[in-house]
């Protein structure tokens, strides 16, 4: 049988502590990175302003009864699209509850002159002119 010795190295005091440190220092740059935070979201974009969004604040407004933004709020939504029938006819609603007929059949005609038979201008002016015939006397001149 063959013997094998193994020699002792002399191993100065300092450098067992040396090699210790070395060991821990190369295990923490093996080991897996430290998770970033992630970066903090974007708050949510606004829904486009539509002409539809403006009509149903302008709505809820003048359930709310505040009648100027009610106002604001119809007026812009012409302005956005003044094609829109249904934009005057709101608006013309809302002047109606406000008790001003006048402006109101002046909003119901405008929307009769972009579509004749646009049916909720037509019954608006229909209401207006049972409840207020004074005023469709003259409209009529």
């Known amino acids: 049988m063959i013997s094998l010795s193994i020699p002792r190295l002399a191993i100065p005091k300092l450098t067992l502590p040396f090699l210790a440190a070395l060991l821990l220092a190369s295990a923490a740059a093996f080991a897996a990175p430290a998770k970033v935070p992630a970066p903090a979201k974007a708050p949510a974009p606004e829904p486009p ?10 709505q ?13 709020l119809a007026q812009s939504a012409i302005v956005a ?18 008790g001003q007929p006048d ?3 002046s909003y119901y005609d405008a929307a009769l002159g972009i579509d004749p038979v646009e049916p909720g201008a037509l019954k608006a002016r229909s209401e207006l002119d049972r409840t207020h015939p004074e005023n469709t006397a003259r409209a009529t001149q």
């Open 49 to 58: 302003i539509t002409v539809e969004s403006l009509l149903t604040q302008a």
């Open 60 to 72: 809820a407004a003048t359930a709310k009864g505040d009648t100027e933004l009610a106002l604001r």
């Open 81 to 98: 699209d003044p094609a829109r029938p249904t934009s005057y006819v709101v608006l013309g609603n809302i002047y109606a509850q406000a």
């Open 103 to 105: 402006y109101a059949r």
